[in-house]
């Protein structure tokens, strides 16, 4: 069965930094492109980046282009959200996605995603 297990959130300060990890649980990530996502209470989920298969495809909402960075290292069968300059509207519940699609055109959809983690929280506050 294909399972994502994200983990990295927690509690930090305006300005900190915090690095997201999606692994791969009894499958292997190669196969898939990965999407983060992002839903904050009372709001839409949020399509925030995405990676091919390859890592050579990447993408970002404009909301955090320049702040947020995706990687993926794929002997370790995970892929990484690196947060920086965190601002309190960071704050929201972080979720990982797969798609053997990979990361098409229409990767800021989450309806395009069909495997998703549990998601962890990210919340922001001095």
């Known amino acids: 069965q294909v399972q994502l297990v994200e983990s990295g959130g927690g509690l930090v300060q305006p300005g900190g930094s915090l690095r997201l990890s999606c692994a791969g649980s009894?499958?292997?990530?190669?196969?898939?492109?990965i999407g983060w996502f992002r839903q904050a209470p009372g709001k839409e989920r949020e399509g925030i980046s995405c990676?091919?298969?390859?890592?050579?495809?990447?993408h970002y909402a404009d909301s955090v282009k320049g702040r947020f960075t995706i990687s993926r290292d794929n002997a370790k069968n995970t892929v990484y959200l690196q947060i920086n300059s965190l601002k309190p509207e960071d704050t929201a519940v972080y979720y990982c996605?797969?798609?053997?699609?990979?990361?098409?055109?229409?990767?800021?959809?989450?309806?395009?995603?069909?495997?998703w983690g549990q998601g962890t929280q990210v919340t922001v506050s001095s």
């Open positions: 996605a797969a798609d053997a699609r990979m990361c098409s055109s229409r990767w800021s959809f989450s309806s395009s995603w069909e495997f």
């Open positions: 009894r499958f292997t990530l190669d196969y898939y492109g």
């Open positions: 990676i091919s298969s390859s890592g050579r495809i990447t």
